[in-house]
């Protein structure tokens, strides 16, 4: 991406004031979402799919089952990447200017095959530790089997643009003496104490790179 | 809905366990979500938009700005909807069997446009109250004005399904004796105290509506 959206389909049409179209921003959102939503189109028909996603300096990935609809039908297509972080709802004096604070970031391009095993490898490894650092070194690796059952999709972030809105809301000037509560709710994604599986050995401790995760994105 | 997915575009290809088709189920994640994406094409480009929506009965509605591209090129159309909420993060003793807790609910439709002034009126009212119930009765109403500047569409919700995984890792037979930690990081969204508008009149109370959206939406 360069300081500038490409082409028409991720100028923002709206909300230029809410539109970062630096780098900076983009990986900002991007590095603080986990979960995306993936457009794609088969015969004319739109689909949307949720799925986890990981960055690579100016790369995106995702994965998933190599039998999935989604994965084959956007191998080679055109795609449209949204990840939209909630931050709160904003409750002003009339409906029509409540709003919400958010981060959102929206890509496009084409999304590529990551066909070389020993990259699909390292990818998957690096989605795994780059949320549980060097979990990979401790759980049983994936086998050859494995790693063709699952495909690894990736496209370049060189099209898209950041939308973030955060503060108060904005009233009409005359709506400001009405007496009704305005401010803002904020929300945001915690996470419990990890629950040991039923099954695990009693006394197995809960690993570092579980309490770094939750430090580094669910921190209180 | 009936009790099965009327299409191919529905039908669950993978995972068939996890798919939920009754409409219980379905009402149950869209009732849980407030911000989905929909997913749309514009001359054969995929877009993916994350927006809030509401549901009254077997109709879902969403809404915005009347110069949004999303709602002019999804209006008439094949839309996708997608709500996600993520419930923990599924930590095997191998990456192949990690997975998430998850509920999704996917619906295929066309988007339809709500035209009549006063229905238009009585959604966003719904949309409001339904978030904070009896919140349209304190602020400013609707001008003739704004709500020509908004549009909302619906879709009907007879077409889709949901996903839900829930519970621990299974892990295959051989790998549970792996001495590596393994079970469920739950998340949850969670609200924070509301933070008055910096220019409201001092000694405002908050609302009631505010307090229930809270304990509804985000209960401790």
Not at 136 to 142: A, C, D, V
């Amino acid at each position: 991406m360069t300081a500038s959206p490409k082409s028409d389909r991720s100028r923002l049409k709206r909300s230029h004031h809410r539109g970062a179209y630096d780098r900076e921003a983009l990986h900002g959102v991007l590095d603080a979402g986990i979960l995306c939503h993936i457009g794609y189109g088969i015969d004319g028909q739109p689909y949307v799919t949720p799925t986890f996603y990981w960055r690579e300096g100016d790369m995106l990935y995702w994965h998933g089952s190599s039998a999935s609809r989604m994965l084959r039908a956007s191998k080679g297509h055109q795609v449209c990447f949204n990840v939209a972080l909630l931050d709160g709802f904003v409750l002003a004096r009339s409906g029509f200017h409540s709003s919400v604070n958010y981060r959102s970031a929206t890509l496009f391009g084409e999304a590529e095959f990551v066909a070389e095993p020993a990259e699909k490898r390292r990818q998957l490894d690096l989605f795994v530790d780059g949320l549980w650092p060097g979990r990979t070194n401790e759980i049983r690796p994936i086998t050859d089997q494995e790693l063709k059952a699952t495909t690894v999709l990736s496209m370049r972030i060189d099209e898209g643009s950041a939308k973030i809105r955060s503060g108060p809301p904005i009233d009409d000037e005359e709506d400001y003496a009405l007496p009704v509560w305005a401010g803002v709710v904020p929300v945001r994604q915690v996470a419990g104490d990890p629950i040991p599986d039923p099954r695990l050995a009693p006394g197995t401790p809960v690993p570092e790179h579980i309490r770094s995760f939750i430090a580094a994105r669910y921190p209180d």
